[in-house]
């Protein structure tokens, strides 16, 4: 049986076309449908930079923002399906058919996963000029005050939007949301005092941490980070169900040969594996986490049904 299997694998990669099987033999293009500097942004770069000298082909990064990723998410859905158009996104992939009403494509059956590339947390922070150092303080401030307190997101539906709201539904608290294009303007804002918290993805909100521009009040994910060892996670602040997993993924047009997935998933691997790639993500508090295109697709599959919860019970409506 097993020497079946492998002759048909063998088959069927013989009876693939020739630039299938010798791809790539042009540049590659990662579209990233997000502002640049946002947390997928800068996983993807850093991926991207290594990749170009791993295939002998440049492998470019191109941001399409709008729409919470759906415009990009979109073009790449449309691409040819050859492997030279390709999708980084982020988590909030799995939350947008829960809240936009006419979608272009469908999230699992048009986009096939490459791999996962990393995971972060999302951190709670706030300016100084609040005065909160916890959650909590944010939370009581919120309570005092119904419908006053805001939220600063990088776009409905965005993960950093879903742990805001996984968030308040945890703390019962009443806030109003403020929807921005990106995380720089979402933290900039926040920063400045204009919104009151962002759940920040950790890339991002590092160096503003350092520099003392913005207080962490907490982590977002349900487990603490290696870069932020002692800030303790929103659950652990009593905030049950409250954290959310943020991660950055790989993603191809439906169709693009298995062949090709199998290189790319390879490449990924490889690169996300090189000490360049891993001290550069780890240094922005991001872990390197490749994967089998299954085991993102599954991921993937079963979030889209979790966050069609989520988005049902914070009352997101349908855009």
């Not at 293009?29 to 002998?56: C, E, Q, W, Y």
């Not at 923002?65 to 988590?91: K, W």
């Not at 979608?103 to 972060?120: E, H, I, N, R």
């Amino acid at each position: 049986m097993s020497r079946l299997i492998a002759l048909a694998l063998a088959l069927a990669v013989a009876a693939l076309p020739a630039w299938a099987q010798n791809y790539p033999e042009k540049p590659v293009h990662i579209i990233v449908p997000f502002t640049p500097g946002s947390a997928t942004d800068v996983t993807a770069r850093a991926l991207a930079a290594v990749m170009t000298r791993n295939i002998g082909q440049t492998v470019i990064v191109e941001n399409k923002p709008g729409a919470g990723g759906t415009i990009g998410a979109a073009q790449v859905a449309r691409a040819a399906p050859d492997g030279y158009t390709l999708l980084a996104n982020s988590s909030a992939h799995t939350v947008n058919s829960a809240i936009y009403a006419n979608m272009p494509y469908d999230t699992v059956k048009d986009l096939p996963g490459v791999s996962l590339l990393a995971v972060q947390p999302n951190i709670m922070v706030a300016s100084p000029s609040k005065g909160w150092k916890t959650a909590a303080d944010y939370a009581a401030a919120a309570k005092a005050q119904p419908g006053k307190l805001t939220y600063a997101t990088a776009g409905t539906g965005s993960g950093t939007h879903m742990n805001a709201e996984k968030f308040k539904l945890a703390a019962g608290i009443d806030t109003v949301h403020v929807p921005y294009k990106g995380t720089p303007e979402a933290l900039g804002d926040t920063m400045n005092g204009r919104t009151d918290i962002y759940f920040c993805p950790v890339i991002a909100a590092l160096p503003m941490i350092r520099d003392n521009r913005v207080v962490a009040l907490a982590n977002g994910s349900p487990r603490r980070s290696s870069v932020l060892p002692d800030l303790p996670t929103t659950e652990e602040q009593g905030f049950k169900d409250s954290g959310y997993n943020f991660w950055v993924g790989l993603f191809a047009p439906a169709g693009t040969p298995p062949a090709v997935i199998a290189r790319l998933n390879a490449e990924v691997k490889k690169a996300l594996d090189s000490p360049e790639v891993k001290e550069r993500l780890a240094a922005l508090g991001s872990d390197a986490s490749p994967t089998t295109p299954a085991d993102l697709d599954k991921i993937v599959a079963s979030e889209v049904k979790e966050n069609a919860e989520l988005a049902k019970k914070a009352g997101i409506k349908l855009q």
